[in-house]
C-alpha cells in the first residue's frame, strides 16, 4: 500500500505565453497563449495522483469560476481536495512568460492562496506524509499555516518533503530563518541555484553535500544537467532525458512529484533508478505549454 501524501501549496490558473519572434519594447510581438491549471501544490498533487499516489491537496481558492474549475480538474486528476473558498479573494493567477529557448519569467497574483490558515491543513496521519511548497512559508499570510503543518507531521512521525519554490522570494524571505523553518524535513528538494543560495557553495554538488547534512536526503535539480541525490556520503547524479523544450514551467513540480512517487513507493529502489524515471516525467513536462 502506498504512502499517502498531503501537499500543502497554491491553486492558480496559468496563463502560458510562448514568445516568438525578437523583443519588439513599445511595440507588438507574436505569441502563442494558453490558460492551464497550476500552482505549484496543485501541479504535484495532479501529478502524484495521476501516478497513482493516494493525495490530498489543502489550499485555497476564490469564490470564483476559476476557482471552481481548477477544483473540478483537479478532482477528475483523483486528488482529495480540502480547498478553502475565500469569499471577496480572487483564485490566483500566474502569467508565465515563456521565451524560445523554453526559459520563463513568473508574474504572479496569489489571490486566495495568500489567506491560507493552519486550520485549513488536515491533521497528520501517522506513518503518512507532507509535501509543503516553499511558497507557503515565503509569504506572511500562509506562512503561519505552513510552519504548523512541517510541526504537526514531525511531531506525528511523517516524513517532509520541502521544495524551497524560489531563489529571489527565498532571498528576501531569509535565508536562515527558511532553515530554521525546514529543520525537520527528511527531504529537500531545490534547484542547484536554490541549494548555492542555501548554502553559500558555488558548486552544486558541494551544494547538495551540505544540505544532506542538515537533512536525511537532498535532491538537486540541474536542469539540462539532470540531477543529484546525495544522502549521508552517497552522491549520485544522472543526466537528463534529451528533449525539445517548449516550456520549463512545472519541470520542477513534475519531478517533486515523480520523486516522491518513487520514494515512497519502493524504498528498496536504487537512487539512480529513481532520478531516471523522474526525469523522464520531467522530460514530457518540458515539451508541452504548462505545468501540467
Known sequence: MRTPVVVVGDVATDVVVVLSGEPAPGSDRPASIVSR???????????????????????????????????????????????????????GTIVSL????????????????????????????PGGHLHLSGYTLLDPGPR???????????SAGCTVSVDPASSGPLRRYGLDRWLADTAGATLVLPNADEARLL???????????????????????LGPDGALWVAGDEVVHRPARPATVVDTTG???????????????????????ALDAVLACAAEVVRRPGAR
Request: net charge neutral.
Open 98 to 125: 515563456v521565451e524560445r529557448d523554453g526559459q520563463r519569467s513568473m508574474l504572479a497574483d496569489r489571490g486566495a492562496n495568500l489567506v491560507l490558515r493552519p486550520a485549513d491543513v488536515p491533521a497528520p496521519v
Open 144 to 154: 503561519d499555516a505552513g510552519v504548523a503543518a512541517l510541526r504537526a507531521a514531525t
Open 37 to 91: 491549471g497550476g500552482g505549484a501544490g496543485a501541479n504535484v498533487a495532479a501529478h502524484l495522483a495521476r501516478l497513482g499516489t493516494p493525495t490530498v491537496l489543502a489550499g485555497c481558492i476564490g469564490d470564483d469560476a476559476p476557482g471552481a474549475g481548477l477544483a473540478a480538474e483537479l478532482s477528475a486528476a483523483g486528488v482529495e481536495l480540502r480547498l478553502r473558498t475565500v469569499p471577496g479573494a480572487p483564485t
Open 251 to 273: 519541470a520542477g513540480d513534475a519531478f517533486a512529484a515523480g520523486l516522491l512517487h518513487a520514494w515512497l513507493g519502493t524504498r528498496g529502489a536504487s537512487p539512480a533508478a
Open 199 to 221: 548554502t553559500g557553495c558555488p558548486d552544486a554538488t558541494d551544494a547538495a553535500r551540505a544540505l544532506a547534512a542538515r537533512h536525511p536526503v537532498a535532491v538537486v535539480t
